[in-house]
């Protein structure tokens, strides 16, 4: 494997890192960029696109899963801090059929840090149905809690990104998608998208799904029963990683799971929060407004990932052993993607690839390349 991109000197330790993951046989194909102070000092790709050998280029771009959370995330921020959202406000303020089965005191920002009780679908949903969000948003109405919202967390892996796209609709009238793109995406020139056009099928790297393996009843070590809340909710709307090879999971709008980018285009947009809402010219909130990601929502044992979870709103500090210090945060998504933001340093860190990890915590590849970027600075 060849490294491609650029390293700016007093970086090397992050190649070191990136291409230690190629050298320990843990990759097919990767991509990992930092920036300092809104520019790129690493930037870097290599490996394959897929198991045919296909060359990793500049623009391919793979689906990130969870690591869409920190885009969403992004837009609900800049909505509250254009005044067009409060999240101390009910949801059902913003849409009132989600009044219903005991759900009138669940607020935005017990949403944004998966304390809403809302984890799975119920009843449970089909891929096919994930895609259809007017049936989505009526099922997340009428459900009632699994538990009391705002008292532990539960993590909500796809029906986050639907609650949120459905407030930000009804506040907007427009899709999260379509939002994300006009006041996101393009201002910065970032090439990450939340509903992925045709046009751009060429240049989508091909996951490797994970291989499982040991007791399906075992979540990250924790053995759990056929009605837990974790198993309740994995089951409520069944993913095989299979899905980001088709074109109507692509054309989707997933807010939580579906996004399709590379490293620089995350660390791109990132970037524009670690410095304080802006880079290079374009504002997308004030400082006051991204630093409010760091109001920590809640610090308990997670019922569905079944480790300790300490979440902000829309980003996470600490997953399991994977924590932050003070001033950072971080999400990442399954399969391995993860990315990070720094407040004091003003730096972002991004990594995505093609093979999946099985390791629901985030497996070594992302962290040794974040930590070595936190190191140089």
């Known amino acids: 494997m060849e490294t491609q991109g650029t390293c700016k000197p007093g970086f090397e330790a992050v190649r070191e890192a990136f291409e230690a993951n190629f050298a320990e046989g843990l990759e097919i194909g990767a991509a990992a960029a930092v920036t300092v102070d809104g520019e790129f000092v690493v930037d870097i790709w290599g490996g394959d696109a897929d198991t045919g050998g296909t060359p990793w280029q500049r623009d391919t771009i793979v689906n990130v899963y969870s690591t869409t959370k920190t885009m969403a995330a992004t837009c609900m921020l800049m909505l509250a801090d254009r005044g067009e959202l409060d999240f101390d406000a009910p949801v059902a303020r913003y849409w009132p059929e989600f009044a219903q089965n005991g759900k009138e005191g669940v607020l935005v920002r017990h949403v944004m840090a998966?304390?809403?009780?809302?984890?799975?679908?119920?009843?449970?949903?089909?891929?096919?149905?994930?895609?259809?969000?007017?049936?989505?948003?009526a099922n997340l109405a009428a459900q009632a809690p699994w538990w009391e919202p705002g008292t532990a967390s539960g993590y909500h892996a796809l029906s986050q990104g639907q609650l949120q796209g459905e407030i930000l609709y009804r506040i907007t009238g427009r899709r999260m998608a379509d939002w994300f793109r006009t006041e996101v995406a393009e201002p910065l020139g970032a090439d990450f998208w939340i509903s992925l056009p045709a046009s751009e099928d060429h240049r989508v790297g091909a996951l490797q799904p994970p291989v499982f393996t040991g007791d399906k009843l075992t979540v990250n070590g924790v053995e759990v029963t056929a009605d837990s809340i974790a198993v309740k909710t994995l089951a409520s709307c069944p993913m095989t990683a299979t899905e980001p090879a088709t074109r109507k999971w692509r054309a989707a709008e997933v807010p939580a799971a579906g996004g399709f980018g590379n490293a620089r285009s995350v660390a791109r947009v990132h970037a524009a929060l670690a410095c304080g809402g802006a880079v290079d010219g374009v504002r997308l909130m004030s400082e006051a407004g991204v630093r409010r990601a760091l109001e920590e929502q809640t610090?308990?044992?997670?019922?569905?990932?079944?480790?300790?979870?300490?979440?902000?709103?829309?980003?996470g500090f600490q997953l399991g052993t994977l924590a932050c210090e003070p001033g950072q945060m971080f999400w990442g998504g399954w399969g391995g993607s993860l990315a990070s933001i720094d407040f004091d340093r003003r730096m972002s860190a991004a990594y995505v690839m093609n093979r999946m990890d099985s390791d629901l915590m985030g497996d070594l590849r992302g962290r040794r390349i974040i930590a070595a970027a936190q190191a140089c600075v």
Do not use: C, N, W
Request: hydrophobic residues 45%.
């Open 114 to 137: 998966h304390t809403a009780g809302l984890p799975g679908f119920d009843p449970p949903i089909t891929m096919e149905q994930l895609y259809d969000l007017d049936a989505v948003a």
């Open 299 to 315: 610090d308990s044992i997670d019922k569905v990932l079944m480790v300790r979870m300490r979440h902000g709103l829309g980003f």
